[in-house]
């Protein structure tokens, strides 16, 4: 799936979007070695970049902050807003986690599941490069969340 945006086709795809291939483990390599942890770097340095460069565009620009008379008219601007004040809130969170899960490259911490310390793994890494949780311990934290909820 694209999107058109600045005439140019842009991938929704992470990997896409850095240019890289997904990673292929070898026989007995060693997880989180130093090509996994420069490939992951590669990706979150791509996806950070391009959320930087987008956190500087304007949610509006002129034409389209004009103060419509008919209230319907207003009533979709308001919602245009909205969505992108949401997205744009969105994109900050994502710009703060990435910066952590830097961080916690650099403290020898990253791919490993903050609850139970196993391997979150190489494919849902390269899906959610930002994931702090294994798919077990994932889906046990949305069931408790769902339960608190209901």
Same mark, same amino acid.
């Given at each position: 799936m694209h999107i058109k945006q600045n005439k140019k086709n842009i991938s929704l795809n992470i990997l896409d979007l850095a240019g890289i291939k997904p990673y292929k483990k070898?026989?007995?390599?060693?997880?989180?070695?130093?090509?996994? +942890?420069?490939?992951?770097?590669? &990706?979150? @340095?791509? @996806?950070?970049?391009?959320? &930087?460069?987008?956190s500087n565009k304007k949610i509006f620009n002129d034409k389209e902050t004009a103060n419509f008379p008919d209230p319907i008219d207003r009533a979709v601007q308001e919602e245009e807003f909205t969505f992108n004040l +949401?997205?744009?809130?969105?994109?900050y969170k994502l710009i703060s986690k990435i910066e952590n899960t830097i961080k916690k490259i650099k403290e020898k911490k990253f791919g490993y599941c903050e609850t139970c310390g196993t391997e979150i793994g190489i494919k849902?890494?390269?899906?959610?490069?930002?994931?702090? @949780?294994? &798919?077990?311990?994932? +889906?046990?934290s949305e069931i408790k969340k769902k339960k608190t909820i209901n």
């Open positions: 070898k026989k007995n390599e060693k997880y989180m070695n130093n090509l996994q +942890i420069n490939h992951f770097k590669k &990706i979150l @340095l791509t @996806l950070y970049k391009q959320l &930087i460069k987008n +949401i997205n744009k809130d969105r994109e849902r890494l390269e899906a959610q490069p930002t994931a702090n @949780l294994c &798919i077990d311990c994932k +889906i046990l």
